[in-house]
């Protein structure tokens, strides 16, 4: 059974950053797309950023030339470096893995930046 822990969330001021993680289990990750998705209150779950199995990456515009999505596959493990960071980033931070049909999530990781 796949499983995703995320973590590395926490509060934050404007301008600081954070590295979320994400850590996958139960199969080989190596196999997997691996994405980062936000939800904030009132509002529908939106993509950050994607990288695929071979390393390509994808960013909600957003967030490019912020946000850094990078992954260890020796260490089954997905990162997400968020920098200068605005309010408007606040949200609850998802991990997914996505394989043909299948999808996984993981249970979300709280980013509060603060004015």
């Known amino acids: 059974q796949v499983q995703l822990v995320e973590s590395g969330g926490g509060l934050v001021q404007a301008g600081g950053s954070l590295r979320l993680s994400c850590a996958l289990s139960g199969s080989i990750f190596r196999i997997y797309a691996m994405g980062w998705y936000r939800q904030a209150p009132g509002t529908q779950r939106e993509l950050v950023a994607t990288?695929?199995?071979?390393?390509?990456?994808n960013y909600a515009n957003s967030v490019k030339d912020r946000f850094t999505i990078s992954r260890d596959n020796a260490k089954n493990t997905v990162y997400l470096q968020m920098n200068s960071l605005k309010p408007e980033d606040t949200a609850v931070y998802y991990c997914n893995a996505a394989l043909s049909r299948y999808n996984y999530w993981g249970q979300g990781t709280q980013v509060t930046v603060s004015s």
């Open positions: 990288i695929s199995s071979g390393a390509s990456t």
